[in-house]
């Protein structure tokens, strides 16, 4: 048997075109890793979130949310250290305080751009960001989940609290509007795309969010680009509570299309006790690996050790997860052409 592929070596402007669909703290950890391997990067990021400095943004000023177009930004900036502690800095007192410095800069940069995706494209050029990132949608969407025992709330900062004290799993979530149309270039960028990479990130408020919006998941299913899901680490409280790798993948076929993707890359990596007794006070653990179940699914798995302990959280290791994203592409990619050659 031939010896799995350890490195990836191909020079980041000649990097395949990448496509990573999600939102938050898991797009952006990615990100900071794929730029090491591509320039041709395009961030396609959910534009749902109402809490926080984003949802006073969004509020006050009736803008998309900033947050996580933000987050994204800063993953992919190649600036003075200054400038990016200075996107990153949140101020501590006064009316601002919690609020993010970058996410007023797009807002002034909302108010003086023709629209909220060329303030987008401006950000992106004051950080020099490696790629582009782009939102879903400039439409004013809201996210509505309904539960199993049939409620239904809107607003993706009340759905968790909202599942603690209900102690109900999430049927479905929705947008509203429901015809929300996705930006052009995003669709575009689907299209050209050699790699698609759903997740990581909050499976009902950061990922499915993306593919409710009219003409995502027809741009992915037409695409021949590789696709690929990455499954989070640990589950989440208020969000997904026991649920193991194929009740991710079944969540998103329900909102999408079955067999959206054939391919999802997990963590083998061992959560220390200490950090797994941690997340168990808040109703979270590691997600189980239940292979046999998404095989029926119709998605193969590649489980690799992935994630690490920041802080006490568990998190992916971005430059690993980033790593064995273009290995898995590499070899998948490659494999693909040979086949197509000798036939």
Do not use: W
Not at 208 to 227: E, H, T
Request: with cysteine.
């Amino acid at each position: 048997m031939a010896r799995r592929q350890e490195t990836y070596r191909v020079p980041r402007t000649y990097g395949p075109k990448i496509v990573a669909i999600g939102g938050g703290h898991g797009l952006s950890n990615l990100l900071r890793g794929l730029k090491e391997y591509s320039r041709n990067i395009s961030a396609i990021v959910t534009v749902a979130d109402d809490g926080g400095g984003s949802g006073m943004l969004r509020q006050d000023l009736g803008m998309p949310p900033p947050g996580d177009i933000r987050m994204c930004c800063e993953a992919l900036a190649n600036t003075e250290s200054v400038l990016k502690d200075l996107i990153h800095y949140r101020f501590k007192e006064g009316a601002l305080t919690g609020q993010s410095f970058g996410n007023l800069l797009l807002a002034a940069l909302n108010g003086i751009s023709p629209s909220f995706d060329a303030a987008v494209a401006r950000m992106s050029e004051v950080l020099a960001i490696t790629g582009r990132v782009l939102p879903v949608t400039t439409a004013d969407v809201r996210l509505e989940a309904t539960f199993e025992n049939g409620t239904s709330v809107v607003g993706e900062s009340i759905i968790s609290k909202y599942k603690k004290q209900a102690d109900c799993r999430i049927s479905h979530v929705r947008l509203i509007p429901e015809d929300a149309k996705a930006l052009p270039a995003a669709l575009k960028a689907i299209k050209d795309a050699e790699l698609i990479i759903l997740g990581p990130g909050s499976l009902y408020t950061s990922v499915i969010p993306n593919l409710l919006v009219d003409g995502i998941v027809r741009a992915i299913r037409r695409s021949g680009a590789m696709k690929i899901y990455i499954c989070n680490v640990m589950t989440e409280d208020g969000e997904t509570e026991h649920y193991t790798v194929s009740d991710h993948i079944a969540a998103i076929f329900k909102h999408s299309a079955p067999g959206l993707f054939p391919l999802c890359l997990a963590s083998s990596s061992r959560v220390p006790k200490s950090a797994a007794a941690r997340y168990a006070l808040e109703g979270a653990a590691p997600i189980v690996l239940d292979t046999e179940r998404c095989q029926k699914l119709g998605v193969e798995v590649v489980s690799r050790p992935l994630s690490t302990v920041k802080e006490g959280r568990v998190l992916h290791h971005f430059q690993r997860l980033a790593r064995e994203v273009l290995v898995l592409y590499s070899e998948r990619a490659f494999r693909v052409a040979g086949d197509r050659f000798q036939s």
